[in-house]
């Protein structure tokens, strides 16, 4: 069974930067896409990045394009999400994910959940 648990989120000023991290365990992780997904309170989640399995191919929402980073540690089977320049609309709580595909970026096809991270933006 896949467990992924997510750290790192907490309360920053408008502008500053945060990192998340999230371990993996259970199944393959160098094999699988890893994504990161936010749900602000009152919306659907979202999708905000996603890392191909051997970490060479990345996509990001239009919202955090040039602002995030997704980055993957398959040694550690640990995946980052660095972001910087964060903006009060960055406020959700930050679900990492893993996939059953190599790169995908379609939260229908990430089949196993964190349990979250809050990450609030003061502005």
């Known amino acids: 069974q896949v467990q992924l648990v997510e750290s790192g989120g907490g309360l920053v000023q408008a502008g500053g930067s945060l990192s998340l991290s999230c371990t993996a365990s259970?199944?393959?992780?160098?094999?699988?896409?890893m994504g990161w997904f936010r749900q602000a309170l009152g919306k659907e989640r979202e999708f905000v990045a996603a890392?191909?399995?051997?970490?060479?191919?990345?996509v990001y929402a239009d919202s955090v394009k040039g602002r995030f980073t997704i980055s993957r540690d398959n040694g550690k089977n640990t995946v980052y999400l660095q972001m910087n320049s964060l903006k009060s609309e960055d406020t959700a709580l930050y679900y990492c994910?893993?996939?059953?595909?190599?790169?995908?970026?379609?939260?229908?096809?990430?089949?196993?959940w964190g349990q979250g991270t809050q990450v609030t933006v003061s502005s």
């Open positions: 994910a893993q996939s059953r595909r190599r790169f995908t970026m379609s939260k229908t096809e990430y089949d196993s």
């Open positions: 259970g199944r393959t992780f160098s094999v699988y896409a």
């Open positions: 890392i191909s399995g051997g970490g060479g191919s990345a």
